[in-house]
Every structure is written in C-alpha cells, then in structure tokens.
Nanobody
Framework: QVQLVESGGGLVQAGGSLRLSCAAS????????MAWFRQAPGKEREFVAA????????YYADSVKGRFTISKDGAKKTAYLQMNSLKPEDTAVYFC?????????????????WGRGTQVTVSS
C-alpha cells in the first residue's frame, strides 16, 4: 500500500515562505504525476499545483501562479511545494496526491493516492 506523508506546514506571517514536502513509501514519485490540493474550512478541496510524470511540465492554479513552485525528486521519493509571498487566503490543509494519469491533472478524481494533509496558516 502506497503511503504519502506531508510535512512542512505551520504558522507563517503574510509575505513569508514555507516549503511542503511529500514523502512516498515507494518509488512512485519518479513515474507518477504528483500534485498538491488544499482545503480551507467550509470550502471544497481545490487544485493548487501538479507536475507531470516526467517532471517536465508543471501546472498551477491561477491563484498561486508566480508564487508557488512544484517539484519532485525521484531519488529521494519526495515531492515539494515551495510557497512564497504567502497570503492569509492561502490558509488551508494541504494534501499531496499521486496519479498514474497523463491528463486531467487538475482534477482530484485523477489521483490514485492521497496523503492526510498538513496545516498551513498564514496570519495577516
């Protein structure tokens, strides 16, 4: 059973930075598309960023484009989300996900495996 474990969340002031990590129990990071979704209180889970199976092409939600960077390291079996210029509206639980899909990477239904999430809180 594949497990994804997120880390790196916490409390940060607006304008600050955090780097989230997603460690996989197996060597799927190299061959799977990886993504980050988030869910704020009272809201539905939303797409944040994804990177395709080869790692060559990232995708971002408009709300984070230019501020967040997704990457993955197959040798370390870890995916990352670097978050800069954080805003209070970025406050949410952030989830890591993995998909063996080539398309539909902005859709949560495309993903086979999910982590349990890490809390990110941005204070104003």
């Amino acid at each position: 059973q594949v497990q994804l474990v997120e880390s790196g969340g916490g409390l940060v002031q607006a304008g600050g930075s955090l780097r989230l990590s997603c460690a996989a129990s197996e060597s799927i990071v190299s061959n799977y598309a990886m993504a980050w979704f988030r869910q704020a209180p009272g809201k539905e889970r939303e797409f944040v960023a994804a990177i395709n199976r080869s790692g060559a092409t990232p995708y971002y939600a408009d709300s984070v484009k230019g501020r967040f960077t997704i990457s993955k390291d197959g040798a370390k079996k870890t995916a990352y989300l670097q978050m800069n210029s954080l805003k209070p509206e970025d406050t949410a639980v952030y989830f890591c996900a993995a998909a063996d899909a080539f398309m539909g990477l902005r859709l949560s239904s495309s993903y086979n495996y999910w982590g349990r999430g890490t809390q990110v809180t941005v204070s104003s």
